[in-house]
């Protein structure tokens, strides 16, 4: 799967951005033509390295017929908990099941809300939404993309009463009387959330914090806690475009907490325990055992992957920073001591849909994520939310632009994406000139 060519574009963006044509400014001089192809993500050249193993690995799941929940599956949740440091992994059928299912475990549902980011994919909202709880939505920290912890202390204390002490405390919407049952803030693009901030709240005012580690599986915060395991449930997706993909759809939750863990894997089988026994409503959230075989042997090499993403990021910001200080590209901010696993090298551009445009015609793939916030999605018009609400998370919106960092680019790709980033630039008259 190659993505991010234009003549091709990948189905998974397609279906998200096919809206988002970018508009080019007839004025810009077009780029020179391709001379490398820099694709978006190409997971082929991954594949080839590890095909050999992962095939073996099909065939032995083939030979035993056993496709559903079994060893590979226990093996993925063992390496996955011992990998993040949680005491136990539940493996699930997607990253938005993930995040279902820690809602469920907690039993969030009509009457509840949850504080979430703007900012994020879908899933995210999507899910608080589905189980009839209410999505808060609140503003993004200009400078990593992540939920603002100042933003969510803002939020209870101007539309929030606190009711109750200790762990009776409830937080409960003014305006609609709904409670607040917990936060769920997005390790986007790879980079920790302040999750200390975060679990100061939540133990302030006895909500649950469901991390959502879709894009940030290795990801480090300053102490070196790992994404997934500071809040009381991480979750976790396998898509292929993710640091470790499945081949197909996959996700894990993480918990230390054995009663959540329990509570998960009945829910992931209809709330099945024993068998035809259902004393809860669940689902089917069931992982695979040919994806947790793939999976399995993914992980292994996941270490080596994310050291080369971080190479890719570094050579990105030592070439682009000449532009940053001209004002043109604002690169990523890396908060000190924190490991970064870049699934997205973001940058922002005022001129964004122009310098996608010239980077296509170059042959470089690039992604927008996202193009726009969550509160204005028309499938939550019902909160009542309009442009201006969250400004960071709606300049973010019209800024990102994510570029080539899969691992197995080569220096001379990254250089050439810089280059052509700095033609660009060059090249394009600016506004006030091309008006006169
Ligand atoms: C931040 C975030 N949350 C949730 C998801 C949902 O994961 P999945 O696509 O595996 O259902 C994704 C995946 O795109 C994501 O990026």
Redesign the pocket.
Known sequence: MVFGETARPNRDIRLRCAFLLPQVSPLTTPPPPPAMKVPLLDLTQQYEKIAAEVQAAIGRVCASQQFILGPQVRELELRMARYTGCEHGVGVS??????LLGLMALGIGPGDAVITSAF?????AGTIARLGARPVFCDIDSETFNLSPARVEAFIARDCEVRGEGAERQVILRRTGERVRAIMP???YGQVCDMDAFMEIAGRLSLHIIE?A??AIGAQDRKGRMAGAIGHIG?F???P??NLGAFG???LCTTSDPALAERMRVLRVHGMEPKYHHSLIGGNFRLDEIQAAVLNVKLGALDGWMTARDAHARQYTRRLSAMRGAGKVATPVQIPGVRHVW?QYVIRVQRRDELRQYLAAAGIGTEI?YPIPLHLQKCFAYLGHGPGELPESERASSEVLALPVFPELSPAQIDHVAGTIERFFASAASPSQQTA
């Open positions: 997607s990253g938005t099941d993930a995040l994020t994919f879908f899933a995210t997005v390790h986007l959502d879709a894009q979750c997706s396998f898509f475009t993710k759809d996959a996700g699934n994520y």
